[in-house]
């Protein structure tokens, strides 16, 4: 699967699952759980300990899914995450040195931006898709509306506050696709084992994607 293959599969799916807990076996219980669900996308992020064993190990697991790195936050660090078999690389924000090991694998980069001049040097540095963090506290949707104007074919992922009650808002104001963590993955559903819990959740947010999108395609 080629780097524009992978964005093409977020932008489909519209949603960016991103895995934060605190063990291997908690990453391997939801990431199973989402990618047997619906949601053939996961983003393994760094915090979680042994987070490159399991970025390596979902790919054994599931060699069609797209399986990803988050909160990379240094260019070797990316290139372990590449080493592992990540498929995309995010970050919280734009670090150029992340962006060009990630391209010099050939894999998707989708760093953080947040202002309009993030968003330029994100562009310029080669970003594939640009995550807008956070936007919950700037302005939720009317941010990324805002951000839409003048970047109308940039690849905008909102992440930072997206939940059930502001998901259908952000598509609708041109977000790409949305990254969402605890909303979609909540703590006590993790140490529970509620498979149905989160893979409802899963299909609630899909379609909820769905469904924005063909609101504004009857527009």
């Given at each position: 699967m080629t780097k524009a293959d992978v964005c093409r599969r977020?932008?489909?799916?519209?949603?960016?699952?991103?895995?934060?807990?605190?063990?291997?076996?908690?990453?391997?219980?939801v990431a199973d759980t989402i990618l047997n669900g619906g949601i053939p996308i996961v983003e393994v992020?760094?915090?979680?300990?042994?987070?490159?064993?399991?970025?390596?190990?979902?790919?054994?697991?599931?060699?069609?899914?797209?399986?990803?790195?988050g909160t990379v936050l240094d260019a070797t660090v990316a290139r372990h995450c590449l080493d592992a078999g990540a498929m995309f690389i995010t970050s919280p924000g734009l670090?150029?040195?992340?962006?060009?090991?990630?391209?010099?694998?050939?894999?998707?980069?989708?760093?953080?931006?947040?202002?309009p001049s993030e968003v330029m040097s994100a562009l310029t540095a080669g970003a594939d898709m640009i995550k807008i963090f956070p936007c919950a506290p700037v302005g939720g949707a009317a941010y990324i509306r805002a951000l839409h104007a003048p970047f109308p074919k940039v690849h905008l992922i909102a992440s930072g506050g997206v939940h059930q009650q502001t998901a259908v808002s952000f598509i609708e104001a041109g977000a790409a696709a949305l990254g969402i963590?605890?909303?979609?993955?909540?703590?006590?559903?993790?140490?529970?084992?509620?498979?149905?819990?989160?893979?409802?959740?899963?299909?609630?947010?899909?379609?909820?994607?769905?469904?924005?999108?063909?609101?504004?395609?009857?527009?």
């Open positions: 977020i932008t489909e799916v519209g949603i960016l699952p991103a895995i934060r807990v605190t063990s291997r076996d908690d990453a391997f219980f992020t760094m915090t979680v300990p042994g987070a490159l064993d399991v970025v390596s190990s979902l790919r054994a697991r599931h060699p069609g899914a797209v399986i990803g790195a670090d150029e040195r992340i962006v060009e090991a990630t391209h010099q694998g050939n894999v998707a980069a989708i760093p953080g931006a947040l202002t963590g605890e909303d979609l993955i909540p703590h006590e559903a993790v140490q529970a084992r509620k498979t149905e819990w989160i893979q409802e959740l899963a299909h609630r947010f899909l379609g909820m994607v769905q469904r924005a999108r063909g609101e504004k395609a009857n527009r």
